[in-house]
T-cell receptor
Framework: GAVVSQHPSWVICKSGTSVKIECRSL??????MFWYRQFPKQSLMLMAT?????????EQGVEKDKFLINHASLTLSTLTVTSAHPEDSSFYIC????????????FGQGTRLTVV | KQEVTQIPAALSVPEGENLVLNCSFT??????LQWFRQDPGKGLTSLLL?????REQTSGRLNASLDKSSGRSTLYIAASQPGDSATYLC??????????????FGQGTTLQVKP
């Protein structure tokens, strides 16, 4: 299957700082990538849809100014958690697919963010 | 509202048993349904993808079925092994003008296979 790489796999940061997470499609081009958040023992919740060359589409309740998404190329999307707080501590995971609606979705390894 | 539900939340079986994981969804208008495996603290591994026009898909000891009209899918695991212990997630890509291809996930079933 296609490979989606996410970096870093874990990060610890201080409250008030910003953290950038990268999501790369290694062997295919992805015009659309998705960012999910997962709390302990819970399922994945979609945060936003990242579109190459245009603004991201955020789900209801997700703060656009706090979770900045940039999809500057067909193989890279970034999620920046700005002014992080302890409640932002979570597992963030991205996904991408090489084709349209009928194709398989592939996920990155996830990033464990801990804000202290 | 488009929702996905998985039952049970947790399951413990002895090694060698065949087992079934259940997934239900509220809207039969779907593109496809995908089953994933997630190990603790890890990302998701895609297991099977079933298109809306298909009834089932098989990969090794795994078989996934889809009954779109009743809004149900099952993941059948044959001859379970301790290495199958993980959380299994069902995700649906619903039809709709507002859908950008996103997946809606169930809560997952955490499986433990005891040696």
């Amino acid at each position: 299957g296609a490979v989606v790489s996410q970096h870093p796999s874990w990060v610890i940061c201080k409250s008030g700082t910003s953290v950038k997470i990268e999501c790369r499609s290694l062997d295919f081009q992805a015009t659309t990538m998705f960012w999910y958040r997962q709390f302990p023992k819970q399922s994945l919740m979609l945060m936003a849809t990242s579109n190459e060359g245009s603004k991201a589409t955020y789900e209801q309740g997700v703060e656009k100014d706090k979770f900045l998404i940039n999809h500057a190329s067909l193989t890279l999307s970034t999620l920046t958690v700005t002014s992080a707080h302890p409640e932002d501590s979570s597992f963030y995971i991205c996904s991408a697919g090489w084709g349209g609606m009928n194709t398989e979705a592939f996920f990155g390894q996830g990033t464990r963010l801990t804000v202290v | 509202k488009q929702e996905v539900t998985q039952i049970p939340a947790a399951l413990s079986v002895p090694e060698g048993e065949n087992l079934v994981l259940n997934c239900s969804f509220t809207d039969s208008a779907i593109y496809n349904l995908q089953w994933f495996r997630q190990d603790p603290g890890k990302g998701l591994t895609s297991l099977l993808l079933i298109q809306s026009s298909q009834r089932e898909q098989t990969s090794g000891r795994l078989n996934a079925s889809l009954d779109k009209s009743s809004g149900r899918s099952t993941l059948y695991i044959a001859a379970s092994q301790p290495g199958d212990s993980a959380t299994y997630l069902c995700a649906v890509r619903f039809l709709g003008s507002s859908n950008t291809g996103k997946l809606i996930f169930g809560q997952g079933t955490t499986l433990q296979v005891k040696p």
